[in-house]
């Protein structure tokens, strides 16, 4: 019984799930939510989200809520002021061992920008063969098949829990706020409404070994820097967190590019740390008004970022995968930050085919903003 999951509660409001959240963990109640996508119609997200603790915990738990209803009134608690300063990650995860290196690096993240955590677990659709789909009991197949399937997430859910507990001390663990997301669909569809709800701050993925794996993250980065508004992080199979105070950032820009709405929210992510960042350009055909555009645009980045570390500088290379190698290991870079619009010099350039090659072959984090412009 101590292995199983029950529903206690299910809130529609974000602070009042947050603060009851909190006061039960204090208790020593481990607390899970999730959203849970397998009781809506497909396609939809399920607004709201469920409370669940193991089946040992449920008598203290209700007693914990009731206390917390009669003497505050659930309805009445307002957002917390240490909430409203707090950053958003959200990091899909399969609930694997492999998924175990993305979730040390979001804790990693998280204590250091000051965040919170969505872990969001996407199963696919139920698949029933196509004689089965149009008979007159398919609606009954498929919900035992969704039964079975949030049953199965559900005690994943349990031992991920726990392999958390092996791999993340205790203390950025209690200093941390995280919970979970469990949807139905596929990865990038699910990533994209979500964020519209949650509004994170930028999404975090995870390499994985096979050739094909990373095929499909490319893809699916592809897909969500085109139909959302966020940010996402993708790590590769070497990066590991480990207390990360100077960041050296290259970020590709252009120079005809007068939307600084990319960099300002890099900035705004990396705050916390100690950041140098080369704003760099790419020629493959070497114009004669090269410098001249580095010089004006070194320019504008000293007066309109005076405060900040950052400089333009040029690659001149035929091979443009190449030329960012290079400028990689001279610079030492920890991070490359990607601004794409759609038709211009940047886009035509990285969001087609070198972006999936850097995706599957980076040694290095990365951060692809989302497309702008049509």
Same mark, same amino acid.
């Given at each position: 019984m101590?292995?199983?999951?029950?529903n206690?509660?299910?809130?529609?409001?974000l602070?009042?799930?947050?603060?009851v959240?909190e006061?039960?963990?204090t208790?020593g109640?481990?607390?899970v939510?999730?959203d849970?996508?397998f009781r809506?119609?497909?396609g939809?997200?399920?607004y709201?989200?469920?409370?669940?603790?193991r089946?040992?915990?449920?008598?203290k738990t209700?007693?914990?809520?009731l206390?917390?209803?009669?003497e505050?009134?659930l309805?009445?608690i307002?957002?917390?002021?240490t909430?409203k300063?707090l950053?958003?990650?959200?990091v899909p995860?399969?609930?694997?061992? +492999? $998924?175990?290196?993305? !979730?040390?690096?979001?804790f990693?993240l #998280?204590t250091?920008i000051?965040?919170e955590?969505k872990?969001?677990?996407?199963l696919?659709?139920p698949?029933?063969?196509g004689t089965?789909?149009?008979?007159?009991?398919w609606q009954?197949h498929e919900?035992i098949?969704?039964?079975?399937?949030?049953?199965?997430?559900?005690?994943?859910?349990l031992?991920?829990?726990?392999e958390?507990?092996?791999?993340i001390?205790?203390?950025?663990?209690?200093?941390?706020?995280?919970h979970?997301?469990?949807h139905t669909g596929?990865l990038?569809?699910?990533?994209?409404?979500?964020?519209?709800r949650?509004k994170?701050?930028?999404?975090?993925m995870?390499?994985?070994?096979?050739p094909e794996?990373?095929?499909?993250?490319s893809?699916v980065?592809e897909y969500i820097t085109k +139909? $959302?508004e966020?940010? !996402?992080m993708?790590l590769p199979?070497? #990066?590991?967190?480990?207390n990360i105070?100077?960041?050296?950032v290259?970020y590709a820009?252009?120079f005809?590019?007068?939307d600084h709405t990319?960099l300002n929210?890099l900035?705004?992510?990396?705050?916390?740390?100690?950041?140098?960042?080369h704003?760099?350009?790419?020629?493959t055909e070497y114009?004669l008004?090269?410098?001249?555009?580095?010089?004006?645009?070194?320019?504008?980045?000293?007066d309109e970022y005076?405060?900040q570390?950052?400089t333009a500088?040029?690659?001149e290379s035929s091979?443009?995968?190449?030329?960012i190698e290079e400028?990689?290991?001279q610079?030492?870079?920890?991070?490359?930050?990607?601004?794409?619009?759609?038709?211009?010099?940047?886009?035509r350039?990285?969001?087609a085919?070198?972006?999936?090659e850097?995706?599957k072959a980076?040694?290095v984090p990365?951060?692809?903003?989302?497309?702008?412009?049509s």
């Amino acid at each position: 019984m101590k292995n199983i999951l029950v529903n206690v509660m299910r809130f529609t409001k974000l602070y009042p799930t947050r603060f009851v959240k909190e006061k039960l963990e204090t208790e020593g109640i481990e607390c899970v939510l999730t959203d849970e996508g397998f009781r809506s119609e497909p396609g939809e997200l399920p607004y709201g989200w469920n409370l669940q603790v193991r089946a040992k915990d449920v008598e203290k738990t209700v007693k914990i809520i009731l206390k917390i209803q009669s003497e505050l009134g659930l309805e009445n608690i307002e957002e917390l002021n240490t909430l409203k300063d707090l950053k958003k990650i959200l990091v899909p995860v399969d609930l694997s061992n +492999y $998924s175990m290196e993305a !979730v040390k690096y979001a804790f990693g993240l #998280a204590t250091k920008i000051q965040a919170e955590i969505k872990f969001l677990y996407v199963l696919p659709e139920p698949h029933l063969p196509g004689t089965v789909k149009y008979t007159t009991s398919w609606q009954a197949h498929e919900k035992i098949e969704r039964d079975e399937l949030f049953k199965n997430a559900q005690k994943m859910l349990l031992e991920f829990s726990e392999e958390i507990k092996h791999h993340i001390p205790e203390e950025q663990r209690k200093a941390t706020r995280f919970h979970f997301a469990i949807h139905t669909g596929s990865l990038g569809n699910v990533v994209v409404s979500l964020s519209y709800r949650y509004k994170p701050d930028f999404v975090l993925m995870h390499h994985k070994d096979k050739p094909e794996e990373k095929t499909y993250l490319s893809k699916v980065v592809e897909y969500i820097t085109k +139909y $959302s508004e966020y940010p !996402v992080m993708i790590l590769p199979k070497s #990066a590991s967190y480990s207390n990360i105070d100077k960041l050296t950032v290259m970020y590709a820009t252009n120079f005809h590019d007068n939307d600084h709405t990319s960099l300002n929210t890099l900035l705004e992510i990396l705050k916390p740390f100690d950041t140098r960042i080369h704003c760099i350009h790419i020629e493959t055909e070497y114009p004669l008004d090269s410098n001249e555009k580095l010089e004006e645009l070194n320019k504008f980045l000293k007066d309109e970022y005076k405060d900040q570390n950052i400089t333009a500088d040029l690659i001149e290379s035929s091979n443009v995968s190449l030329g960012i190698e290079e400028f990689i290991n001279q610079k030492h870079i920890g991070l490359i930050a990607m601004s794409t619009q759609k038709h211009n010099f940047i886009y035509r350039i990285f969001h087609a085919d070198v972006v999936k090659e850097m995706i599957k072959a980076s040694k290095v984090p990365m951060l692809v903003f989302p497309v702008k412009g049509s």
